[in-house]
């Protein structure tokens, strides 16, 4: 993204009590919901619901230690302020995704597989963390989301799964390291079945000394969505998307361009509900230049505490040109 629109949207972002949310739309790149939902925190891994009208998104702090599922609901053109999820708030809990149909609400979480148990942990090149499980919850008839249910199978093994991604058929796709990834994650998919979901099978994309993650898949598996570096990225990581070539292969990954990619670091894809329409989260910001205006210490609060101040925010980009060049329609 040029300097001048994100100095544009610095400032608009500054001025978010006393504007609508339309007068902080860029002409490419929008800012989600600045100074509600993308704030001076972590915000990634937009999810929303079928009519557009609720997102689930993670905010956690600046080391991404203390992840908790927090959702917004956009009234009369504003987005709420975000409350956290009725199932989140305990354990570490991050990566929202919906089912399709929007009757399941997916995530990864570190709690305990038996009630009292200790949090799941895991261990990586020397490294130990919080490990991650993936289950869901239910939309009850009232509306309200069941318990949480965690998803048995192959693909929890080794308490490394992140950012699921689930297609219109139950199959179930996320990023992960395991026996077959390398020395870097790659993307998996676990098939539904009769029987639950099937063995884990590594997407193939190419060179295994690419680091992939985050995958977002087409509904109809289509096309895929991931984060990742494979030679030509403008940041430590960018997005990339692979189409399904005919005989069910996918095709070389391509590097997405317009403002969906920066020199920043943009992961964590998320298709919305109209057609092209990406969330990614990204920690681009305006350029400081040097003398700049003079702050005090008022403006110093402000633009530091603000939405562009490194962290990670909420970014939507419309691909439908990209997906219409190669065929895919609504």
Not at 75 to 88: D, L, R
Not at 181 to 193: E, F, L, M, N, P
Not at 239 to 261: C, M, T
Request: proline share 7%; aromatic share 10%; hydrophobic share 35%.
């Amino acid at each position: 993204m040029s300097p001048h629109r994100l100095i544009a949207l610095a400032a608009c972002a500054a001025a978010f009590a006393t504007l609508p949310l339309a007068a902080c739309a860029a002409s490419a790149a929008e800012l989600l919901g600045p100074g509600v939902i993308s704030t001076g925190l972590q915000e990634t891994s937009a999810a929303f619901s079928l009519d557009g009208e609720t997102v689930y998104f993670l905010r956690s702090d600046f080391s991404e230690k203390d992840d908790t599922i927090v959702f917004s609901q956009r009234q009369e053109g504003h987005w709420s302020t975000p409350q956290v999820a009725a199932f989140s708030g305990r354990w570490h809990d991050s990566e929202p995704t919906f089912s399709p149909d929007g009757q399941r609400l997916y995530f990864v979480s570190n709690r305990p597989l038996q009630p009292g148990g200790a949090p799941l942990v895991t261990e990586m090149a020397g490294h130990r963390f919080s490990g991650t499980n993936l289950w869901y919850v239910e939309r009850q008839a009232n509306g309200h989301w069941g318990t949480p249910v965690h998803v048995d199978g192959a693909l929890n093994d080794g308490a490394q799964i992140y950012n699921p991604s689930v297609a219109a058929n139950g199959d179930i796709y996320f990023s992960a390291h395991r026996p077959d990834s390398g020395k870097a994650y790659q993307i998996y998919v676990a098939r539904r079945t009769a029987h639950g979901h099937g063995l884990p099978e590594r997407v193939d994309l190419g060179d295994l000394a690419h680091s992939r993650m985050d995958p977002a898949i087409d509904p109809q598996q289509r096309f895929l969505l991931f984060a990742g570096d494979e030679g030509d990225a403008l940041g430590r990581a960018d997005i990339y998307i692979a189409f399904r070539q005919p005989d069910g292969s996918w095709g070389k990954p391509e590097h997405l361009g317009g403002d969906v990619n920066s020199q920043a670091l943009e992961n964590a894809p998320a298709l919305g509900r109209r057609f092209g329409e990406l969330y990614v989260s990204s920690n681009r910001q305006p350029e400081v230049r040097f003398p700049k205006a003079r702050d005090d210490a008022r403006s110093l609060q402000q633009r530091l505490s603000g939405p562009l101040n490194g962290s990670r925010n909420l970014w939507r980009v419309d691909i439908s040109e990209v997906l219409r060049t190669h065929g895919i329609a609504p």
